[in-house]
């Protein structure tokens, strides 16, 4: 489970077992028993949410958009 990037608490990361067939790109967050999942492309969206309140959501959807061209780089790097 390759971490990416962590922002206060939150570890965002992908799973090295996405699936067969793959999915598309994403990546994971979690923090304090919490995970929410957030598509990549073509645009960034929250996939799910198990825990997160939406003020945390719309704050790790701001993150993962100021970070996407390197969440989306480490995905197709490691899936490559």
């Known amino acids: 489970m390759p971490v990416i990037l962590r922002y206060q608490s939150f570890k ?18 979690r923090a304090a028993g919490s995970e929410a999942k957030f598509w990549l492309s073509p645009e960034v969206a929250l996939a799910r949410n198990h825990g997160f ?6 704050v790790l959807l701001a993150v993962v ?14 899936f490559a």
């Open 12 to 29: 965002f990361f992908f799973y090295s077992n996405e699936g067969n067939p793959l999915e598309p790109a994403h990546v994971h967050v």
């Open 53 to 58: 309140d939406a003020r945390t959501v719309r």
């Open 65 to 78: 958009e100021e970070n996407r061209k390197l969440l989306e780089d480490a995905w197709h790097d490691y």
